[in-house]
């Protein structure tokens, strides 16, 4: 598999460990239903960059039982990598599914991050589209929410009385990777499902691209279009680490092409 970080951070490597959204909505499944944790990360470019910079969240990242590819390129540099196997699994596309199981399963669901009257409007919404699903706590962190802080260890607290064993995060990277790294290993029979701006899409906020425009593989540019004082400075660096990118697949081809099976 095509280690995300860096050459010289082995001891942080970051992997693509999901094929497909059937594969990991099976496994999630079957692990809400046996009572065992996870947290899932949708890895993108975006995420890629920060883990360069970052060691806390290449250390939040690597503590993450599942990672899916959050983006084209993620998929097409992994094929190019020789890991034919892997599909695109958003985080946007996880929630409505994932929100289904929970209701099948009678899996207390908690959200956590944005605003109060986001995750409220949001926590409405979804119990009206799945009927039978628990939505047992909304909470919202304060202003400047430092996942090793105090305020994040109540937060946990908070969640474990709630009885909340799926829980989605909407804090944004790196803050809800590392919140859920945190969360996990003190709740290890719950679950955390890295959001980003998922709810805001559920609360209409924010609208996504059409399905035309994501079959296309042009949702950045939609979200470039939407908000390009915010997300153009971010493009820049991802597309400046690409040809890097490019190299790093190759070479994990060729070496997986000479290693012994």
């Given at each position: 598999?095509m ?7 082995q ?16 496994d ?15 890895l ?66 908690a ?9 409220k ?103 470039l ?11 820049v ?24 099976s």
């Amino acid at each position: 598999m095509m280690n995300w970080t860096k050459p010289g951070l082995q001891k942080s490597q970051i992997a693509v460990t999901v094929p497909n959204q059937t594969a990991l909505l099976a496994d999630l499944r079957a692990r809400l239903t046996a009572r065992q944790g996870f947290s899932v990360a949708t890895l993108n470019l975006d995420h890629v960059v920060k883990l360069a910079r970052d060691p806390a969240f290449r250390q939040a990242y690597a503590a993450q039982t599942h990672v899916s590819a959050d983006g084209n390129p993620i998929v097409w540099l992994s094929r190019l990598a020789g890991q034919g196997d892997v599909e695109l699994v958003t985080g946007s596309d996880l929630v409505g599914p994932m929100t289904a199981v929970a209701a099948e399963t009678d899996t207390p669901v908690a959200l956590f991050g944005a605003t109060d009257d986001a995750l409220k409007t949001a926590a409405e919404a979804m119990t009206v589209q799945y009927p039978g699903l628990n939505v047992v706590l909304t909470l919202a962190p304060p202003m400047g929410f430092d996942p090793d802080s105090d305020a994040a260890g109540e937060a946990i607290e908070t969640i474990r009385q709630s009885g909340a064993r799926l829980v989605y995060l909407a804090l944004g990277a790196p803050k809800q990777e590392r919140f859920a790294a945190r969360a996990q290993a003190a709740l290890p029979e719950a679950g955390f499902l890295s959001i980003g701006a998922s709810l805001d899409f559920i609360v209409g906020t924010q609208v996504r691209a059409p399905a035309w425009v994501r079959r296309l593989a042009l949702e950045w540019v939609w979200r470039l279009l939407s908000n390009p004082k915010r997300l153009a400075g971010r493009y820049v660096s991802c597309f400046a680490i690409l040809p890097g990118l490019v190299l790093r697949a190759l070479s994990t081809r060729r070496q997986q092409r000479v290693s012994p099976s």
